[in-house]
């Protein structure tokens, strides 16, 4: 493979919930031994088949403004009401190994990302065909209220407008396509020459 970055990258996706983020990091970080998932922590309750340090780190508020204190997180944000943070040391270490690490964060934490990283960081943004289709997925998948589908449909407008700073979108309808297209993506960022 050629590699032609010294250091590893930083690869953000970012994706209203229901636009198939999940799924294609999962398949990214399975099928390519060079990019390392970073795992967050969050402040949500978790959710049935989740597990504690695959999906997410759980911990309680209390522990979480901690780890803001102590300058833990690479970002962090308030999403839905929960706290979400990159735990800084993982990514780190990861990129001076000369790994490149995934973060499926949300568009606050992209944004601060950015700013933090510059070229070092590759922005991809996620979408479901249409708000209807996004609507559609999130009831079958039956893991919100119907208020709390509500909420993150009327999130999902709100984190369109982002868009503009992100480096490439995909639009999921096909998950092969979008999963070819991902990987389009990062082989193209490690050819950059920075
Ligand atoms: P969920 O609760 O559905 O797993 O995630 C809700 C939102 O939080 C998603 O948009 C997800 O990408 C985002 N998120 C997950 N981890 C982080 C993180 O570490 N930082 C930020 N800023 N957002 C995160």
């Given at each position: 493979?050629?590699?032609?970055?010294?250091?590893?990258?930083?690869?953000?996706?970012?994706?209203?919930?229901?636009?198939?983020?999940?799924?294609?990091?999962?398949?990214?970080v399975r099928t390519d031994t060079d990019i390392m998932r970073s795992v967050s922590m969050t402040t949500r309750l978790i959710r049935p088949g989740e597990k504690n340090g695959r999906d997410y780190f759980f911990i309680s508020a209390e522990e979480f403004k901690k780890k803001i204190k102590n300058d833990e997180f690479l970002e962090y944000a308030k999403?839905?009401?929960?706290?979400?943070?990159?735990?800084?040391?993982?990514?780190?270490?990861?990129?001076?190994?000369?790994?490149?690490?995934?973060?499926?964060?949300?568009?606050?934490?992209?944004?601060?990302?950015?700013?933090k990283m510059r070229?070092?960081?590759?922005?991809?943004?996620?979408?479901?065909?249409?708000?209807?289709?996004?609507?559609?997925?999130?009831?079958?998948?039956?893991?919100e209220s119907k208020t709390q589908i509500m909420m993150r449909l009327e999130v999902a407008r709100h984190e369109l407008s982002y868009l503009k700073?992100?480096?490439?979108?995909?639009?999921?309808d096909n998950i092969k396509t979008?999963?070819?297209?991902?990987?389009?993506?990062?082989?193209?960022?490690?050819?950059e020459i920075n």
């Open positions: 493979m050629i590699r032609m970055n010294k250091k590893g990258r930083l690869f953000v996706v970012s994706a209203p919930s229901g636009a198939g983020k999940t799924t294609l990091c999962e398949k990214l999403v839905f009401g929960n706290y979400y943070g990159t735990p800084r040391e993982y990514v780190e270490e990861s990129l001076n190994k000369n790994k490149d690490v995934l973060l499926a964060i949300d568009v606050q934490g992209a944004m601060k990302i950015r700013k070229k070092r960081c590759t922005l991809v943004f996620i979408l479901a065909p249409d708000i209807q289709e996004l609507k559609r997925r999130l009831l079958k998948r039956q893991t700073y992100y480096d490439y979108k995909i639009i999921n979008a999963f070819k297209k991902l990987q389009a993506i990062v082989v193209a960022a490690r050819c």
